[in-house]
């Protein structure tokens, strides 16, 4: 339950003002068609993170726990210094045409923009660090449900009255805790 929990927590909050919330508020504007958008991505976000989440599975696999560790610590230390670093979304990543329909164009839009994306390498990270695959997997695509969501149904209101240099000040000081909890091996938190 702890993976799920804190893999939903971490990517909520790291896609506030995230390029993939900007996706979705277009595609909002855009079509006006929530019910599609959302299954969009959704499949998305479940495809593109279990195969994030099976690398970070065979990443344990591959590596020592004494490796595992500091690579681990390390990238969550990353993490949090580049969740500090606005995202903006390329027009290139918006231009899917409506032939595919509302539910093809996010769905392609959505994975497209998630690949090497700071929730699919954190997905890497966390599916890794927990060696509880399904745990995380639903735990990210819940957490980006969370963040996304409301802004297909809210839109600019939303994104005008979440501050979102807290969030993000939130979500970097998680990913810094979690990656001194790694490599310091402290608490119930490391299953290391």
Partial sequence: MEAFLISTGIVALAEMGDKTQLLALILAARFQRPLPIILGILVATLLNHAGAGAVGHAVTQLIGPDWLRWILGLSFLLMAGWILIP????????????????????????????????????????????????????????????ANVPAVFLGDKMARKVPLKLVHGIAAALFAVLGLLTLFNVGDLLPL
């Fill in 87 to 146: 995202d903006e979304i390329d027009d290139e990543e918006t231009k899917v045409t409506g032939r595919y329909g509302v539910f093809g164009a996010t769905l392609i839009a959505f994975f497209l923009a998630e690949m090497g994306d700071k929730t699919q390498i954190a997905t890497v990270a966390l599916a890794a660090h927990y060696s509880a695959f399904y745990s995380v997997v639903a735990g990210t695509t819940v957490g980006m449900l969370i």
